[in-house]
């Protein structure tokens, strides 16, 4: 099992580019968050999507879109980028239903110019 | 979301137990504990995660406060590997998967 894949592991974009970073859960998850980790501090929620829409949304504003794939693979599109983007980006997935463990990819460092 | 309160930092040496504190003052009953570590240059790992009884797994301990305002996270023995950031996380039951992280509580593990 490869667990939660993501890619590319880095990237360097300028201002005002836009980017998309890709994520594939868990084999047989159907939930999937993002995160944004600054450095220095802790994650913070970005969205989650099951069932190909966005079920819950954190602090951030309308630059942030997401996609979620009929195979429950996912995408997090970042438009406008501002200086301030810089970050490591972070998926999660988990199965539906009763509380327990997420799990975590390696991330994707994005580093805006 | 309630927060939660965790020393900045903790050092303890290899072999030893570690009792991590956690203190969550304004928890709704309905709020799950959540611990996650997060190991240099890796995404967070889940560890453990309670409701009101202490819990245990290959990983760690969890005991949690008869008022649920506080919790420790507990390592039997230490080991290099160990070496993380360790938070401590609220999560509200039923369908809300969001994890809202605080910047934890970095633990130094000495050989």
């Known amino acids: 099992d490869a667990g939660v894949t993501q890619s590319p592991t880095h990237l360097i974009k300028t201002r005002g580019q836009q980017v998309t970073l890709r994520c594939s859960p868990k084999s047989g998850h159907d939930t999937v968050s993002w995160y944004q980790q600054a450095l220095g501090q802790g994650p913070q929620f970005i969205f989650q999507?099951?069932?190909?829409?966005?079920?819950q949304r954190g602090n951030f504003p309308d630059r942030f879109s997401g996609h979620q794939f009929p195979n429950y693979s996912s995408e997090l599109n970042v438009n406008a980028l501002l200086l301030g983007d810089s970050a490591l980006y972070l998926c999660?997935?988990?199965?539906?239903?009763?509380?327990?463990?997420?799990?975590f990819g390696p991330g994707t460092r994005l580093t805006v110019l | 979301d309630a927060k939660t309160t965790q020393p900045n930092s903790m050092e303890s040496n290899e072999e030893e137990p570690v009792h991590l504190p956690c203190n969550h003052s304004t928890i709704s009953g309905t709020d799950y504990i959540h611990w996650y570590r997060q190991l240099p240059s890796q995404g967070p790992e889940y560890v453990i995660h309670?409701?009101?009884s202490n819990v245990n797994n290959r990983m760690a301990s969890l005991a949690i406060a008869e008022d649920r305002k506080s919790s420790t996270l507990i390592l039997h023995r230490a080991t290099l590997r160990d070496a993380a950031v360790y938070y401590c996380?609220?999560?509200?039951?039923?369908?809300?998967?969001?994890?809202?992280f605080g910047k934890g509580t970095l633990l130094t593990v000495n050989p």
């Open positions: 999507y099951y069932e190909e829409e966005e079920r």
């Open positions: 999660a997935s988990r199965i539906q239903g009763p509380p327990g463990e997420q799990f």
């Open positions: 996380i609220l999560r509200r039951g039923g369908s809300n998967y969001k994890l809202t």
């Open positions: 309670g409701l009101t």
